[in-house]
C-alpha cells in the first residue's frame, strides 16, 4: 500500500502561483510515475501531469507552459508548480502514485490515489 497526502492549495487570484505538493510513504518501491489530476464539478477527472523514475514528464495541453512537474525521490515527494492561473484550473487536485503509468482515463488500474486538496482562482 501507498500512502499520499498532499498539500499547498487553497485560494489564489488568476494571474498567480501555486504549488502543490504531494508526500508518499509506504510501498514506494513498487511505484513508477507520480502524477496530479483534477476533477471540477460536473467533469471527468484529468491527468494534468506526470513524472516517471527516470524524470520522464507528461503535460495535458491545459497546463502545458505554465506547469511544472518534479519529484525528489530521496524525500518521497513529488510537486506541481502551476503559473499564470486561470479560473478553468480551479477543481479539486489529486495526487497519485501509478504502479505502471498514470492513465489518462479510468479504470486507473494499480494507482494509490491521495484525498485530494482544492485549488480555487477567482478573477
Known amino acids: 500500500q501507498v500512502q499520499l497526502a498532499e498539500s499547498g492549495g487553497g485560494l489564489v487570484q488568476a494571474g498567480g502561483s501555486l504549488r502543490l505538493s504531494c508526500a508518499a510513504s509506504g510501498s514506494i518501491g513498487s511505484i513508477n510515475v507520480m502524477g496530479w489530476y483534477r476533477q471540477a464539478p460536473g467533469k471527468e477527472r484529468e491527468l494534468v501531469a506526470s513524472?516517471?523514475?527516470?524524470?520522464?514528464?507528461y503535460y495535458a495541453d491545459s497546463v502545458k507552459g505554465r506547469s511544472t512537474i518534479s519529484r525528489y525521490n530521496a524525500k518521497n515527494t513529488g510537486y506541481v508548480q502551476m503559473n499564470s492561473l486561470e479560473r478553468e484550473d480551479t477543481a479539486m487536485y489529486y495526487c497519485?502514485?501509478?504502479?505502471?503509468?498514470?492513465?489518462?482515463?479510468?479504470?486507473?488500474?494499480?494507482?494509490?490515489w491521495g484525498q485530494g486538496i482544492q485549488v480555487t482562482v477567482s478573477s
Open positions: 513524472i516517471s523514475s527516470g524524470g520522464f514528464t
Open positions: 497519485a502514485a501509478c504502479r505502471w503509468s498514470c492513465q489518462s482515463r479510468g479504470p486507473y488500474r494499480d494507482t494509490y
